[in-house]
């Protein structure tokens, strides 16, 4: 971004636009609270919908924070209730909307911790509204989904009959299997 940055100041100056550079904003940026007790190893959330039990499998090796919050807003309820608010078949399940309108979150948001790991059918990601800002929503793929790969936060895989799952299923209960 810096060379970006320097090209477009030259780019302005050759045109003759008066240039002035702006400071950026001046305060402290806090890291996520999971910075230092993040997850170690997989931990499964087993979920009761409406669609019958399924689960998700949070592997922390590619995503450590994320995979971390997730696993502590499972633990504080926050996903109880929680309504299945999209699911485009062949495509993807999406929930984690407290106002199941897609908009909405837990209120903190997370970096985001891409990496090139390809989404494959099952695979869990972290649903996004632009870089660095996913919070709770949770995607599963039903298809091999190249377009999200290196785009989204990979968090685990998801284990049961996905395809099943309708728009308007209410996820009833949630446990942490460690």
């Known amino acids: 971004k810096p060379m970006l940055r320097e090209r477009a100041l030259k780019a302005l100056r050759t045109l003759g636009a008066p240039v002035t550079a702006c400071d950026g904003p001046r305060r402290e940026v806090n890291g996520a609270a999971e910075i230092g007790s993040t997850l170690t190893r997989p931990v499964k959330l087993v979920l009761s919908t409406d669609a019958g039990e399924l689960s998700i499998v949070l ?72 870089r660095d800002t996913g919070s709770s929503q949770l995607f599963v793929t039903l298809s091999r989904t190249p377009h999200l790969d290196g785009e989204y936060t990979r968090v685990g895989r998801a284990e049961g009959d996905w395809a099943s799952v309708a728009q308007g299923d209410v996820i009833t209960d949630v446990r942490v299997v460690e």
């Open 59 to 130: 592997e922390p090796e590619l995503s450590p924070i994320t995979a971390t919050r997730i696993v502590s807003l499972a633990r504080s309820g926050f996903y109880k209730g929680i309504v299945v608010h999209r699911v485009v078949p062949g495509f993807v399940v999406q929930f984690g909307d407290p106002e199941a309108d897609g908009y909405g979150g837990a209120g903190t948001s997370l970096r985001c911790e891409t990496s090139p790991v390809p989404f494959g059918p099952l695979d869990v990601g972290m649903a996004l509204a632009g």
